[in-house]
């Protein structure tokens, strides 16, 4: 299951006869699973993708860079990332981002725990601050909706659950993002 965040419309990449060309960031873009789907969705569809793919670890860099070789690629912290700089026009059609959910997610046999890297999904709302995004993506585990506080030893607060979350959404909001919240079983 994963839970997927939805703002507006859009999406596509660089086939040669595609009749329109939209701009594209991919936060925390991993190896390209979330380009791949982007871009397949915007070829059915007869839309080029100009895309601008971020992520901390140079293997997840060299990988992407790999499946999506002409695509522009920085390798850095989101922390050290202005998007003024680095989104020419400081306009991106669509923001596709699958922030980390390693401590969220019970794939690891275990309960989710936090080390508050969950922190990294506020990196969407600083970019929609200061870029105009018509569109954001934002997927993740089922269990982000449990976002919530943390207690001492850095354990979520069971009375507390998802109220991070509510609040990250209510930021977005807060942006003027409709936000649509579902669960799809992929």
Same mark, same amino acid.
């Given at each position: 299951?994963?839970?997927?965040?939805?703002?507006?419309?859009?999406?596509?990449?660089?086939?040669?006869?595609?009749?329109?060309?939209?701009?594209?960031?991919?936060?925390?873009?991993?190896?390209?699973?979330?380009?791949?789907?982007?871009?397949?969705? &915007?070829?059915?569809?007869?839309?080029?993708?100009?895309?601008?793919? #971020? !992520?901390?670890?140079?293997? %997840?860099? +060299?990988? $992407?860079?790999?499946?999506?070789?002409?695509?522009?690629?920085?390798?850095?912290?989101?922390?050290?990332?202005?998007?003024?700089?680095?989104?020419?026009?400081?306009?991106?059609?669509?923001?596709?981002?699958?922030?980390? &959910?390693?401590?969220?997610?019970?794939?690891?046999?275990?309960?989710? #725990? !936090?080390?508050?890297?969950? %922190?990294? +999904?506020? $990196?969407?709302?600083?970019?929609?601050?200061?870029?105009?995004?018509?569109?954001?993506?934002?997927?993740?585990?089922?269990?982000?909706?449990?976002?919530?506080?943390?207690?001492?030893?850095?354990?979520?607060?069971?009375?507390?659950?998802?109220?991070?979350?509510?609040?990250?959404?209510?930021?977005?909001?807060?942006?003027?993002?409709?936000?649509?919240?579902?669960?799809?079983?992929?």
């Amino acid at each position: 299951m994963t839970t997927a965040l939805l703002s507006t419309p859009a999406l596509r990449r660089k086939p040669s006869s595609a009749s329109r060309t939209i701009s594209a960031a991919d936060l925390f873009c991993g190896a390209g699973g979330t380009s791949t789907g982007m871009i397949r969705a &915007c070829e059915e569809l007869g839309i080029s993708v100009d895309l601008l793919a #971020i !992520n901390h670890w140079p293997v %997840a860099i +060299a990988t $992407h860079a790999k499946n999506h070789p002409w695509a522009r690629h920085l390798c850095a912290t989101l922390d050290s990332v202005d998007p003024r700089k680095v989104v020419p026009g400081a306009h991106l059609d669509l923001l596709v981002a699958s922030p980390e &959910c390693t401590h969220h997610s019970v794939a690891r046999g275990g309960r989710p #725990i !936090n080390d508050q890297s969950r %922190a990294s +999904a506020w $990196h969407v709302l600083r970019w929609a601050e200061h870029l105009k995004i018509d569109n954001i993506l934002l997927e993740n585990v089922r269990e982000f909706r449990n976002w919530g506080p943390l207690d001492r030893r850095f354990r979520p607060i069971q009375s507390r659950r998802g109220e991070t979350y509510q609040a990250f959404l209510s930021a977005l909001r807060s942006l003027g993002y409709r936000v649509e919240d579902r669960v799809l079983n992929a």
